[in-house]
């Protein structure tokens, strides 16, 4: 799975797994449905029309042109709708800053994505 769009290793892995499969630009992007140039942009972070992709359509578009299987847990949190905390002290500020609840499964994906590591490698820990 390719590293969530807004990592540094982004741009290089996304080429590097384009490239590994014999893919030129032109070709990722008729697989993945979308604009020819879009693969530079979203390849060369100098090149000043440097982009990165939206993580619910394009990164996912990508990730299946580029062979990869998402896991279920990771397409799940990104279709999850916002949920609302629990009605307490702490979950007031957050729901006013816009942060939801998530469940572990929900945050062991969006880690995975994050760190472009495979789900099972992520550990949570919760004290308190």
């Known amino acids: 799975m390719l590293p969530i769009p807004s990592s540094p290793e982004f741009p290089t892995a996304l080429k590097a797994r384009r490239e590994?499969?014999?893919?030129?630009?032109?070709?990722?992007?008729?697989?993945?449905?979308?604009?020819?140039?879009?693969?530079r942009r979203?390849?060369?972070p100098d090149c000043g029309e440097?982009?990165?992709?939206?993580?619910?359509?394009?990164?996912?578009?990508?990730?299946k042109a580029l062979?990869?299987?998402?896991?279920?847990?990771?397409?799940?949190?990104?279709?999850?709708?916002s949920v609302t905390p629990p009605d307490d002290g702490d979950s007031n500020t957050a729901r006013a800053c816009g942060v939801k609840?998530?469940?572990?499964?929900?945050?062991?994906?969006?880690?995975?994505?994050t760190f472009g590591v495979d789900v099972n490698c992520i550990e949570i820990t919760v004290r308190g």
Do not use: C
């Open 20 to 39: 590994s499969l014999g893919m030129s630009r032109s070709a990722l992007a008729r697989e993945a449905k979308i604009h020819v140039v879009m693969p």
């Open 42 to 44: 979203y390849e060369e």
């Open 50 to 63: 440097f982009a990165r992709p939206r993580v619910d359509t394009t990164w996912l578009a990508l990730n």
């Open 67 to 81: 062979g990869y299987d998402i896991p279920a847990e990771v397409l799940g949190s990104l279709a999850q709708a």
């Open 101 to 113: 609840a998530l469940t572990l499964a929900e945050a062991k994906a969006g880690l995975a994505i």
